[in-house]
C-alpha cells in the first residue's frame, strides 16, 4: 500500500519530491460544471510558498500551478484534475553531507528501515515541499463547498507564547507574516523568532483552524467520523504532533455540567447551543456549529547545533543541517491547516449528498 491518497468521493493523490523536478496532485471526484481556474489556485500557494519573510525558508519557489487536465472552457468535466507545480530553486549540494547520516527528528532513518533507499535531498518524499499539492488541492474543495462555508487557520500559540483570546480578529491574519489572529502577539513573537531564527534554532506552534457555515448532518456515527477524519487530515500534515478538537485536551479538567454544551430553541425553530465545548461536532456528526480543530507543531528539525546521531552503516557521528529551512514551520502550516480542513469538508458534503440527498 502506498498510501498517497487522501478522501473517498473527493479525494487527491500528491506526488513528486522535495527535489525532483516537480511536484503536484491527481484530483479525483470532482462534480462536473464548477468554475475554475489556475488564479483561483494560485491566490492560496501564494500564502504557502517559502520565502515570503525573513521568518521562513529562504528557498525561492514560484509555486506556480499549471492546470493539465479535467477543465474546459473554464469548468471542471468532472474528469480527474491534474495539478503540476514545478520546483525551480533546489540546492541539492547543502544535503551532501548528510547522505549516509540520519538527522535527528526527520524521518531519514525511518524511510531507510521501511524502504532500504531514502532521496536525502531535502527529505525527498517527506519534505513540507509536499504540502502544496494539498494546497492545490484544497483550493478546488473551497470551491466545492462554495461561499456558504467559510475555512480560516491561525497561528494561536509560538512556542511558549499564546494570544490573548479576548484580542482575536480572525482578520488580521493575512496582515502579519505569522499569519497570528492577535495583531500584537504578532508584534511580540516577531522580536522572539528573530532571535531563534538568527541562533540557528527552531520552535515549535499550535495552529487553530475553523470553519463556518457547515450545516448539521455531516459525518458519520462510528467510523467515517467527522472529528476522526479531521484529526487523521491534520496529524497528517509535516512536523504535526497532536490534535485536539473543540476542547480537546481540557476537556478532561471539565465536569459533566461544564463540558455539555447546553441548548435552547433558537429563532429559526433549530436547537441553539450555549457554548461550544465539543468542537461542532457530536458523535462523528457536525452540529451546525462552528467546527474548532486545533494542532501543534515540532520545532524545524534542521537546526544548526550540532546533534548526535549514528550513520547508515551504524557508526557514532554528530549532525549539523545545513540548507534554508523555516525556523517555525507553524507559519506556513496555516494555509495547509485550511486546505486539510476544506478538503475533509468536501468529501464529507459529498458523501452526506449520496446517502440522504441534498
Known sequence: MSYNTFGRLFRFTSWGESHGPAIGCTVDGVPPRIPLCEADIQKYLDERKPSQSKYTTQRREPDAVKILSGVFEGQTTGTPVQLTIENVDQRSKDYGDIAKSYRPGHADFTYDAKYGIRDFRGGGRSSARETAARVGAGAIARKILGDGITVRAGMVQMGTHTID??????????????????????????????????????????????????????????????????????MSINAAKGVEIGAGMGAAALTGEENADQMRPGTDGKPEFLSNNAGGILGGISTGQQIVARFSVKPTSSILTPRKSVTSAGKATDVVTKGRHDPCVGIRAVPIAEAMMAIVLADHMMLHRAQCGS
Open 165 to 234: 483570546r479576548g484580542r482575536l480578529d480572525w482578520g488580521e491574519v493575512r496582515n502579519n507574516p505569522l499569519f497570528c489572529p492577535d495583531p500584537l502577539a504578532a508584534d511580540e513573537w516577531a522580536s522572539a523568532l528573530d532571535k531563534i531564527r538568527k541562533s540557528g534554532s527552531s520552535v515549535g506552534a499550535i495552529i487553530e483552524v475553523v470553519a463556518d457555515g457547515v450545516p448539521a448532518g455531516w459525518g458519520a456515527p462510528v467510523y467515517g467520523k467527522l472529528d476522526a477524519d479531521l484529526a487523521s487530515a491534520m
